[in-house]
């Protein structure tokens, strides 16, 4: 069955809607279809179609296409060429697709609320063809895709992409899944200027303004959808930490780039942490790059050290910020109220800006960038980096792979092969002394699916910082003995799905020991149990 989007127009309340039709696939009637046709052979015809297409951005409006036509074949590609199919739904192309979106833009997918509809945003969601059935729902104003910065109204294909990934990787139904974006303006000239672009000509308001409309989206949110979890995506860091704080308590709610990156952050240092032979006391971790996503890294590593023993002022210490402008600390000019948790107390030398003149005074054994700066890392800082430890551990995950701070073979190559190593964009294997090595990728996809769907089927009321724990826990448990075995930091994301099962499980949990949970009855039943229940709700093409 195919499910469409069809816009239309309704003269009565004079704007346009759109109406969802599903579009069961009946048996062609004879001389309708050829002699010989197969599901299976369709879908290996389909994936060849999508390996003819020379261009990352051609293989993405190709399984757009398939999307719209047949949901239940773009998912089965999805489920068994997962490593091939997910860069290309989402990142790296994803970035692509959100740049050149207005004028690759075809058919809506997801709803769309203006600046324009404040006062009656209510009715705009009540729109959504399948409000009834919606459980989860990805919202991004635009401010800040990836690494491209201010898109606009073209950052939909974020939110469309992320949730085809909660249905490929935790079987959220598609038909419960709504990709919004809030279209308060751009202050990206070249948007403004663009005469195909979709959004609203205008530079973005005041944040007293943006603090309103919010103010009354997620009121009406709450009112509407009051069975739908909420993921906030890319929206600026001012704006990410605000929004979060205001809002998670009002109603099941998260932020993937603050709590979803820190969280799988956390489940790769847990297990690159196992092949390096010093303490866990004793790393000092340097996190490149201060934005929103950087800081909530930073918080989210607290528990690195304080589920070892530590104490929290005694974690903290363990953790350095450098931005654009140096190392963080106390009394530097110029230091977001945001950061200045993370800003070193003790330090009074003067500012200091170079990356490899950092890592020789910090002397970190843990080197994260999240600065979308290609090529901060540089020989001399890996160099570096080797001689604080036998085992420097090394995260570029900026995103996309042309603002990785550093390649895979890089690391290697200037560490003398030593490098734990995982990165936010996908990298190819690499051999050195004779032996091939594996990179990780830190890729949320890991967490965010399993965290979703936890919340979910145990109605969690909202999304606590000990569910987020849960999910790195969990990830950080999920590898399997042959992936230890090579040394893997993450696992193979073909098992995605028994991945996030068992990471839905450690979030329920979580969220009945926090008292949010609305589902009592799952307290019932024993892991074993539970896990069978929750993969049992797994929706399946």
Same mark, same amino acid.
């Given at each position: 069955?195919?499910?469409?989007?069809?816009?239309?127009?309704?003269?009565?309340?004079?704007?346009?809607?759109?109406?969802? &039709?599903?579009?069961?696939?009946?048996?062609?009637?004879?001389?309708?279809?050829?002699? %010989?046709?197969?599901?299976?052979?369709?879908?290996?015809?389909?994936?060849?179609?999508?390996?003819?297409?020379?261009?990352?951005?051609?293989?993405?409006?190709?399984?757009?296409?398939?999307?719209?036509?047949? /949901?239940?074949?773009?998912?089965?590609?999805?489920?068994?060429?997962? #490593?091939?199919?997910?860069?290309?739904?989402?990142?790296?192309? %994803?970035?692509?697709?959100?740049?050149?979106?207005?004028?690759?833009?075809?058919?809506?997918?997801?709803?769309?609320?203006?600046?324009?509809?404040?006062?009656?945003?209510?009715?705009? *969601?009540?729109?959504?063809?399948? $409000?009834?059935?919606?459980?989860?729902?990805?919202?991004?104003?635009?401010?800040?895709?990836?690494?491209?910065?201010?898109?606009?109204?073209?950052?939909?294909?974020?939110?469309?992409?992320?949730?085809?990934?909660?249905?490929?990787?935790?079987?959220?139904?598609?038909?419960?899944?709504?990709?919004?974006?809030?279209?308060?303006?751009?202050?990206?000239?070249?948007?403004?200027?663009?005469?195909?672009?979709?959004?609203?000509?205008?530079?973005?308001?005041?944040?007293?303004?943006?603090?309103?409309?919010?103010?009354?989206?997620? @009121?009406?949110? =709450?009112?509407?959808? #009051?069975?739908?979890?909420?993921?906030?995506?890319?929206?600026? @860091?001012?704006?990410?930490?605000?929004?979060?704080?205001?809002?998670?308590?009002?109603?099941?709610?998260?932020?993937?780039?603050?709590?979803? @990156?820190?969280?799988?952050?956390?489940?790769?240092?847990?297990?690159?942490?196992?092949?390096?032979?010093?303490?866990?006391?004793?790393?000092?971790?340097?996190?490149?790059?201060?934005?929103?996503?950087?800081?909530?890294?930073?918080?989210?590593?607290?528990?690195?050290?304080?589920?070892?023993?530590?104490?929290?002022?005694?974690?903290?210490?363990?953790?350095?910020?450098?931005?654009?402008?140096?190392?963080?600390?106390?009394?530097?000019?110029?230091?977001?109220?945001?950061?200045?948790?993370?800003?070193?107390?003790?330090?009074? =030398?003067?500012?200091?800006?170079?990356?490899?003149?950092? %890592?020789?005074?910090?002397?970190?054994?843990?080197?994260?960038?999240?600065?979308?700066?290609?090529?901060?890392?540089?020989?001399?800082?890996?160099?570096?980096?080797?001689?604080?430890? #036998?085992?420097?551990?090394?995260?570029?995950?900026?995103? #996309?792979?042309? *603002?990785?701070?550093?390649?895979?073979?890089?690391?290697?190559?200037?560490?003398?092969?030593?490098?734990?190593? +995982?990165?936010?964009?996908?990298?190819?294997?690499? %051999?050195?002394?004779? /032996?091939?090595?594996?990179?990780?990728?830190?890729?949320?996809?890991?967490?965010?699916?399993?965290?979703?769907?936890?919340?979910?089927?145990?109605? +969690?009321?909202?999304?606590?910082?000990?569910?987020?724990? $849960?999910?790195?826990?969990?990830?950080?448990?999920?590898?399997?003995?042959? &992936?230890?075995? *090579?040394?893997? /930091?993450?696992?193979?994301? &073909?098992?995605?799905? &028994?991945?996030?099962?068992?990471?839905?499980?450690?979030?329920?949990? $979580?969220?009945?020991?926090?008292?949010?949970?609305?589902?009592?009855?799952?307290?019932?039943?024993?892991?074993?149990?539970?896990?069978?229940?929750?993969?049992?709700?797994?929706?399946?093409?």
């Amino acid at each position: 069955m195919s499910i469409v989007l069809s816009p239309y127009w309704s003269p009565d309340e004079g704007i346009q809607k759109l109406k969802m &039709e599903a579009r069961a696939k009946a048996p062609a009637a004879p001389g309708l279809a050829p002699p %010989v046709f197969s599901v299976k052979a369709q879908l290996d015809r389909t994936l060849l179609q999508l390996r003819s297409r020379t261009s990352p951005i051609e293989k993405y409006t190709f399984l757009a296409q398939v999307k719209q036509a047949d /949901v239940e074949a773009f998912y089965k590609l999805c489920l068994e060429y997962m #490593p091939e199919i997910t860069p290309i739904i989402y990142t790296p192309t %994803v970035g692509d697709a959100c740049l050149q979106y207005s004028k690759i833009y075809r058919n809506p997918e997801g709803l769309f609320i203006s600046l324009k509809d404040k006062g009656r945003i209510g009715n705009i *969601l009540r729109n959504w063809p399948l $409000a009834n059935e919606a459980r989860i729902s990805v919202v991004t104003d635009g401010s800040r895709i990836l690494g491209l910065g201010d898109l606009g109204v073209n950052g939909m294909p974020i939110a469309v992409g992320k949730l085809s990934l909660y249905v490929a990787g935790a079987g959220i139904r598609p038909s419960s899944t709504l990709p919004i974006t809030l279209d308060l303006g751009t202050n990206n000239s070249s948007n403004l200027s663009d005469p195909l672009y979709l959004g609203l000509r205008q530079r973005r308001p005041s944040d007293a303004e943006y603090d309103a409309f919010m103010d009354e989206f997620i @009121t009406e949110m =709450g009112r509407i959808y #009051p069975k739908v979890l909420v993921q906030f995506e890319d929206f600026s @860091t001012d704006h990410a930490f605000s929004y979060l704080e205001r809002f998670r308590n009002s109603l099941p709610l998260f932020n993937d780039d603050i709590q979803g @990156t820190g969280a799988v952050v956390l489940a790769g240092l847990l297990s690159a942490a196992r092949l390096v032979p010093i303490p866990r006391n004793e790393h000092r971790i340097l996190l490149f790059g201060a934005g929103s996503a950087s800081v909530g890294v930073a918080k989210q590593l607290m528990s690195f050290f304080t589920i070892a023993g530590m104490n929290e002022e005694a974690a903290r210490s363990q953790i350095w910020l450098v931005d654009s402008k140096g190392l963080v600390y106390v009394g530097r000019e110029e230091v977001a109220d945001y950061k200045m948790y993370f800003a070193r107390r003790h330090y009074t =030398g003067l500012p200091m800006k170079d990356l490899a003149e950092i %890592v020789k005074y910090v002397k970190p054994t843990v080197l994260l960038g999240l600065s979308t700066i290609a090529g901060a890392f540089t020989p001399e800082v890996i160099r570096q980096m080797s001689q604080n430890t #036998p085992r420097p551990i090394i995260f570029p995950l900026s995103n #996309p792979v042309h *603002l990785s701070e550093c390649t895979f073979a890089e690391a290697l190559t200037h560490s003398n092969g030593t490098a734990v190593f +995982a990165s936010g964009s996908p990298f190819g294997s690499e %051999v050195i002394g004779g /032996v091939r090595r594996e990179p990780g990728q830190g890729n949320n996809m890991y967490i965010f699916p399993g965290l979703g769907l936890g919340a979910i089927l145990c109605r +969690a009321k909202s999304v606590t910082d000990s569910m987020v724990q $849960a999910s790195a826990l969990g990830l950080a448990g999920s590898l399997s003995w042959d &992936e230890r075995a *090579l040394e893997l /930091v993450y696992p193979r994301i &073909e098992r995605i799905r &028994e991945i996030s099962a068992q990471i839905a499980v450690k979030v329920i949990r $979580a969220a009945q020991k926090a008292g949010v949970d609305r589902s009592t009855d799952l307290k019932r039943m024993n892991d074993m149990r539970l896990l069978e229940f929750v993969k049992g709700k797994m929706w399946n093409p």
